[in-house]
């Protein structure tokens, strides 16, 4: 076990353990509009897992995403060996690629999650991969976070809870969105009481509080995860999406979000503003597929910048463009066509872990 984690155990329903930082460096998550020292990504579409029609698609948005970053930023890429020269010329040179074996792309659940503390040390917490509920393979993606980690020097941060990166959103300053449909499913955390997983994502982020959404189980391989309903655009603002179609699933459970962020305080106190960004009414039909994650919430902050979508709802994407604009006014906004992501049920933000600085 690296210096400074700990291995939190399970007796009952409860978990156990001393403190895994002392009472004067505690732990803590930043917010991702905090200065980053790289963004970590991989290259891991493969054709059993997204299939023909997909594949050569995702893997080139794949490239677009990284080398929109590796302009503001360094950009550090897994790749598989076979994959190496595709990635190379698909991510450019700016874009610095490691090889690793790896069963997909969405680094932002494989991955560690990254904290600091008061000295400016970096761990990374390892959450425990496991195919968001046994749901894909996942043998390589599982040892991404501790290979993430040796990588980036961080001290390894392990506890018993599973979950993933994007049902995670900070604030940096003491307050957590959290979805319940993912964080307290059976087939993550069975046996765990709420409480219990509260203490420790508290105790792991450095949280005060956590305001606990819905979200929805069984309807996407996440199981729902925040990054794709609720972000923070800076302490006490919030930016909410909302599907608007009243055939979605999703209508009924992004409405309901609305509701409890609207009448929610963060950990200082404050009710949280609410931003609303309705999701596109139209998107391109070429990868249109019933796991289609037609957002626009879904954007990833880096330095100097915000890396969002477009879906070619002319309207949609100005709209959303222009608020993005307005919530980040020393950041430009870049807006990419990321569909056969998007057609795999993800979105920018789930492809990228950010490393603070």
Known sequence: MAAGALYLGSVGEELVGG???????????????????????????????????????????????????????????????????????????SVHLVVQNIDDLWMRDTGPVFVKNGQGELAGIEFNFNGWGGKQEHDADALVASAVNRLAGAQSLTTRLVLEGGAIEVDGAGTAILTESCILNRNRNPGLTKAACEAELKRLLGLDKIIWIPGIAGKDITDGHTDFYARFAKPGVVVVGLDTDTSSYDHAVTKRHLDILRSAEDAKGRKLEVVVLPAPSSIRPKYETKDFAAGYVNFYVCNGAVIGPEFGDGKADRDARAMLRELFPSREVIQLNIDAIAAGGGGIHCTTQQQPA
């Open 19 to 93: 403190a895994f930082a002392s009472e004067s460096k505690p732990w803590f998550m930043p917010d991702e509009g905090e200065h980053h020292k790289a963004t970590w990504m991989a290259f891991g579409p493969s054709e059993e897992v997204w299939g023909r029609d997909l594949l050569s698609g995702a893997q080139h948005a794949l490239g677009a995403i990284a080398k929109a970053i590796a302009a503001h930023e360094p950009v550090n890429m897994l790749v598989r060996e076979d994959d190496y020269d595709l990635a190379q010329e698909l991510c450019g040179s």
